[in-house]
């Protein structure tokens, strides 16, 4: 193990107080030991490193300059937000991100009072901080006091819509609001966009521009204090209005680009726009992610997300398994059905590598579409492409398909267009905890007339759900399947397509009938096989479709047995409502079935183990074993260790 980097100037920052002490000089000393902190933090732990790395000279200047907390500092996505972390006060923490009981990897207004907004999801910061600028001229919050918001939101993340309807609201209300936009090339894929080409033409375009533009918007607030600064400063004043005209004409004084690792830029930048801005500023500041540690630099993701790795040579390590990824699973017999079918296109939304498209658009580039952060947007692309007789298979994580539920209900599910919604990361996904946990999408999605909702017991499935898919043209249709490795079954050669509506017996038993929804048939199966060494063997089937339900296999099951337990990886109101509501229509429950339902509990579940998630869900093997013994008024012996 090496030691811990020497920090001492570091050290001497308990709070973001400590820095407004110090002098630019210790600024710089901050900032690279800040930098080798970050580094050997997520050695320890995995994480997001390349976005904190990106941010860690912006990330000192900010608070050096503006007066945290009471300055409302809002941090887009939060992918970054280690450094910021540190600084605040979690430092003695900061090698427990991401796991059970520790830091969150993402802001968190719970956590700290330096988090006053949480975010995980993208493109939601100008809209909070312009909510806390208006809040502090109503006087909101008199004790203490608000103060100014600073919004940090990346490039990619400007490529969603809710950027610019903050944008066009805060510039008609002109509140004083800063917004800093961290223009580093690289959100997580690289980025999409007519925004991308128009920062990059910002970033490569003349700086030296006519000294009389100087009088035009931000550049009025710079004179005095540059006027009698050094020659950086000078400089600055000529480089301020580079073309920034899209942000003036919504309203907002423009500045930049600037270096966003350069203190001696950033600084004076700032101390400037605090105290003489009068209304919305946008500060355009260029970074690198990953930058100063070169394995993050040289990786395509720039260390996007990593697991824990060697600090000096930047080998993470990884975890073997004799399965294939259901990710992977997707994308390969996605582009084998493609191969049959040239009406298959792809559509993800910025999250090519995490869906596994970017095998797709190696293969198939004119029939892969990355629409960037934009999930509203490639819902309904989606579903024009549909209209004109393609068969788009949308590819979204579940929890930001939560994004775009108004086009999946009123463009999708109400014209009855047969888009493929491949719903990645179902159920919880472990170090990422409740912002991204796969919790909604069965509840939201089998409520709507015409949908097909499938989800996959394990890989196998998987590939037959695909091909399902692909031969579905008769409306919308959704296969869900989780993080992480599959089971290891044997594999087919070619999915094929299941009956729609239907499901498939497991085992036959007696007694007690147990109904899968989804991933957890491995663990219903180990409870199972502990339950039988006690001379109970219940019934298994997995149902494959929670809209439209397997009615007869349904009512079979609650015929031929005591009680039924449905099991699946989703919330409330998912499909053993839907189970519950057609057994209360046929009037089972009056001939005196038992019937339960093992959801997800009515919380959000903190970010841990997937085990240890599920552990707090209640939905691990021992779980369901209990729950048998309890219909069948079996007194438990108790979770085992």
């Not at 800093?180 to 966009?193: H, Q, R, T, Y």
Request: charged share 25%; glycine share 10%; aromatic share 6%.
């Amino acid at each position: 193990m090496m030691a811990k980097p020497s920090t001492p100037t570091l050290d001497r920052v308990q709070s973001p107080a400590d820095l407004r002490t110090m002098s630019d000089a210790d600024l710089r000393r901050v900032a690279d030991e800040l930098r080798a902190e970050t580094i050997d933090a997520v050695s320890h732990t995995g994480g997001h490193l390349g976005a904190g790395l990106g941010v860690v000279e912006l990330t000192v200047a900010i608070h050096a300059i503006f007066d945290t907390p009471r300055d409302r500092l809002v941090w887009d996505v939060s992918h970054q937000c280690y450094p910021h972390k540190i600084l605040t006060g979690r430092r003695d923490r900061i090698r427990t991100l991401r796991q059970k009981d520790g830091l969150s990897g993402f802001t968190k207004r719970s956590e700290s009072p330096y988090d006053p907004f949480g975010a995980a999801h993208s493109s939601t910061s100008i809209s909070a901080a312009l909510g806390f600028s208006v809040a502090r001229d109503l006087g909101g919050a008199p004790d203490p006091a608000l103060g100014d918001a600073i919004a940090v939101i990346g490039d990619g993340a400007m490529s969603a819509g809710q950027a610019y309807e903050a944008l066009n609201n805060a510039g008609h209300l002109k509140k004083r609001l800063f917004v800093i936009l961290n223009d580093n090339e690289m959100s997580i894929a690289p980025p999409v966009g007519a925004m991308s080409s128009y920062l990059s033409r910002l970033y490569a375009g003349d700086p030296f521009q006519q000294f009389a533009a100087a009088a035009k918007g931000a550049v009025s607030m710079l004179p005095q204090p540059f006027q009698e600064g050094a020659r950086r400063a000078r400089d600055l004043l000529k480089h301020s209005v580079v073309g920034g005209t899209l942000f003036e004409e919504l309203g907002f004084s423009y500045l930049g680009p600037i270096d966003g690792h350069d203190l001696d830029q950033l600084l004076p930048v700032l101390r400037t726009v605090r105290a003489r801005a009068d209304g919305p500023v946008l500060i355009h500041v260029v970074t690198k992610k990953g930058k100063g540690y070169a394995p993050a630099e040289n990786a395509l993701d720039k260390g996007h997300g990593v697991g824990k790795f060697d600090v000096i040579t930047g080998a993470q390590q990884k975890a073997k398994s004799n399965a294939p990824s259901y990710t992977s699973v997707f994308a390969k017999s996605l582009l084998e059905e493609a191969a049959r079918d040239d009406r298959v296109c792809a559509v993800t939304a910025a999250m090519p590598d995490g869906t596994g498209l970017n095998l797709f658009a190696e293969r198939y580039p004119s029939r892969t579409f990355d629409v960037g952060i934009a999930e509203q947007h490639g819902v309904t692309f989606s579903g024009g492409l549909a209209a004109g007789g393609m068969k788009p298979f949308c590819a979204i994580y579940s929890t930001f398909l939560q994004r775009g539920y108004d086009q999946v209900v009123h463009d999708i599910a109400l014209q009855r267009l047969p888009v493929r919604f491949a719903i990645d990361r179902a159920g919880l996904v472990g170090a990422d905890g409740a912002t991204h946990a796969g919790a909604f999408d069965i509840a939201y999605l089998a409520n709507l007339p015409g949908f097909t909702v499938m989800a996959a017991a394990d890989e196998a499935e998987l590939k037959h759900m695909v091909a399902t898919a692909v031969a579905h043209d008769e409306g919308p249709i959704a296969f869900r399947f989780p993080r992480g490795e599959g089971t290891g079954v044997e594999m087919p050669e070619r999915g094929q397509v299941l009956e729609i509506g239907k499901g498939r017996m497991i085992r036959e038993g007696k007694g007690v009938a147990l109904l899968n929804f989804g991933a957890r048939l491995k663990e219903i199966e180990e409870a199972v096989e502990n339950l039988s060494a006690r001379g109970i063997t219940p019934t298994v089937a997995d149902a494959r479709f929670a809209k439209p339900l397997d009615r007869e296999l349904i009512l079979r099951l609650a015929a031929e047995h005591d009680a039924l337990i449905t099991i699946e990886e989703g919330s409330i109101g998912g499909f053993g409502s839907h189970v519950a509501q057609l057994l209360a229509d046929e009037g089972v429950f009056d001939a005196g079935l038992i019937f339960r339902s093992m959801v997800l509990p009515d919380i959000f579940i903190d970010q841990a183990s997937p085990r240890d998630m599920y552990e707090v869900a209640g939905l691990n093997a021992e779980d369901i074993e209990a729950k048998v013994l309890s219909v069948m008024g079996v007194e438990s012996l108790g979770k085992r260790a």
